[in-house]
């Protein structure tokens, strides 16, 4: 059987940290802050808010939340971003995405100060998971494919890793992670030939195919490390799957994250993490 890579583990791992981080700060006068940005009341907007709340009022992180109604208009929005932007006391934004299709989502992203933008919704910030350059952080779940590994003691150093799906969540900037972590690494998408030939070549495959259950055995081989983003509700089974199927390849890899409790369990902890990060910038440690 895998080891399993059970994402709790790296969550309470992160939340010490950060605890002894947030008290570092607050003795430097700094109460590390996230405010979190939510237009409308949609049901997997207020779950995943309910999430993060928690994670950060365990580790001592203050939240503040700005609603606004599913029919705000764009300046009223810009003008909010703005406030927070320049609110010394947010060090932080979380904005919830998608937004109304009366607001112009791009221009809403690129209004967050990169700074503060702790989930990667900037140019500015992806062009730091790309470039090292600039400010701003990776995008949650990305990362949260990163500590994992280094949780569980897996360098992709000197590896083959493949990685199916090309978006900017979390395809195309894990590949980078990986990339700057020293893997060899081979970016999969819907265009791929044979597909499966090339993650039976990989000694990391992290699967973001956003399709459940549709990476089966042949995609795999022994002695792999598979890191599965997907998630999504198998009205056939009654529960939560990733991408993987997770039944028929368990018994063929070395170590697999599960679904549930994998890769979703560490983001909103690496998100409480960048929220630490940048109040230590402003407390200077």
């Given at each position: 059987?895998a080891?399993?890579?059970?994402g709790?583990?790296?969550?309470?791992?992160l939340?010490?940290?950060?605890?002894?981080?947030?008290?570092a700060?607050?003795?430097?006068?700094?109460?590390?802050?996230l405010?979190?940005?939510r237009?409308g009341?949609?049901?997997?907007d207020?779950?995943?808010?309910r999430?993060?709340?928690?994670?950060?009022?365990?580790?001592?992180?203050?939240?503040?939340?700005?609603?606004l109604?599913a029919?705000v208009?764009?300046?009223?929005?810009?003008?909010?971003i703005e406030?927070?932007?320049?609110?010394a006391g947010?060090?932080?934004?979380?904005m919830f995405r998608?937004?109304?299709?009366?607001?112009?989502?791009?221009?809403?992203?690129?209004?967050?100060?990169?700074?503060?933008?702790?989930?990667?919704?900037?140019?500015?910030?992806?062009?730091?998971?790309?470039?090292?350059?600039?400010?701003?952080?990776?995008?949650c779940?990305?990362q949260?494919?990163?500590?994992?590994?280094?949780?569980?003691?897996?360098n992709?150093?000197?590896k083959r890793a493949?990685?199916?799906?090309?978006s900017?969540?979390?395809?195309k900037?894990?590949?980078m992670?990986?990339?700057?972590?020293?893997?060899?690494?081979?970016?999969c998408h819907?265009?791929?030939?044979?597909?499966?030939?090339?993650?039976?070549?990989?000694?990391i495959?992290?699967?973001?195919a956003g399709?459940?259950?549709?990476?089966?055995?042949?995609?795999?081989?022994?002695?792999?490390?598979?890191?599965?983003?997907?998630i999504g509700?198998?009205?056939?089974?009654?529960?939560?799957?990733?991408?993987?199927?997770?039944?028929e390849?368990?018994?063929?890899?070395?170590?697999?994250?599960?679904?549930?409790?994998?890769?979703g369990?560490?983001?909103?902890?690496?998100?409480?993490?960048?929220?630490?990060?940048?109040?230590?910038q402003?407390?200077?440690?």
């Amino acid at each position: 059987m895998a080891e399993l890579l059970k994402g709790a583990l790296v969550a309470e791992a992160l939340a010490e940290r950060c605890a002894a981080e947030v008290e570092a700060c607050k003795a430097k006068g700094v109460l590390p802050t996230l405010a979190i940005l939510r237009v409308g009341e949609r049901d997997d907007d207020l779950s995943y808010e309910r999430g993060a709340t928690k994670r950060c009022e365990a580790v001592g992180v203050a939240v503040k939340n700005v609603v606004l109604p599913a029919t705000v208009d764009q300046a009223t929005m810009l003008a909010t971003i703005e406030d927070l932007n320049k609110d010394a006391g947010v060090h932080g934004i979380l904005m919830f995405r998608p937004l109304p299709e009366q607001l112009d989502e791009a221009a809403c992203c690129e209004a967050l100060a990169p700074t503060k933008d702790v989930d990667a919704a900037t140019t500015a910030s992806l062009a730091h998971v790309f470039a090292g350059k600039g400010a701003g952080y990776a995008p949650c779940t990305a990362q949260a494919c990163m500590e994992i590994l280094n949780h569980y003691g897996i360098n992709p150093a000197g590896k083959r890793a493949a990685v199916i799906g090309r978006s900017l969540v979390i395809g195309k900037p894990v590949s980078m992670m990986l990339m700057a972590a020293n893997a060899t690494v081979t970016t999969c998408h819907t265009k791929t030939v044979d597909m499966p030939s090339v993650t039976r070549e990989a000694d990391i495959v992290v699967v973001a195919a956003g399709k459940m259950e549709t990476i089966g055995t042949e995609f795999f081989k022994a002695g792999q490390v598979v890191i599965d983003v997907g998630i999504g509700w198998n009205e056939e089974k009654g529960k939560l799957c990733g991408d993987v199927c997770f039944e028929e390849v368990e018994p063929i890899v070395e170590a697999i994250t599960p679904v549930p409790g994998g890769v979703g369990s560490v983001t909103t902890a690496v998100l409480v993490s960048h929220v630490v990060e940048a109040a230590q910038q402003v407390a200077g440690i």
